[in-house]
């Protein structure tokens, strides 16, 4: 089992930046470990995703602005979004897949990007 509890949404004007974190805990071991989001009215897309000692996948739309951390050591996946757009606005979803196949979901973080 995996708990995965995100913090740092808020508001933030164009231009500006945010941080989002997500904090594992249990006793699986993760491999698969990112991040999601959904706009109001749209489907829930990949933002950021890690490959434990693999690569990391970013959606189009984010390349260059975000940038995903992930220290194994602390359990801790962090989100670093610069230069945000009112069209990065929507929940944010922390998701992890384990060594077991399983999926587990946080139950997410507002991000609002308006003036």
């Known amino acids: 089992q995996v708990q995965l509890v995100e913090s740092g949404g808020g508001l933030v004007q164009p231009g500006g930046s945010l941080t989002l974190s997500c904090a594992a805990s249990?006793?699986?071991?993760?491999?698969?470990w990112g991040w999601y989001r959904q706009a109001p009215g749209k489907e829930r897309e990949l933002v950021a995703l890690?490959?434990?000692?693999?690569?990391?996948t970013y959606a189009n739309s984010v390349k260059g602005r975000f940038t995903i951390s992930r220290d194994n050591a602390k359990n801790t996946l962090s989100l670093q979004m610069n230069s945000l757009k009112p069209e990065d606005t929507g929940v944010y979803y922390c998701?992890?897949?384990?060594?077991?196949?399983?999926?587990?979901w946080g139950q997410g973080t507002q991000v609002t990007v308006s003036s």
């Open positions: 249990g006793s699986s071991f993760i491999i698969n």
């Open positions: 890690n490959i434990r000692f693999g690569s990391t």
């Open positions: 998701y992890a897949k384990t060594a077991q196949v399983r999926e587990y």
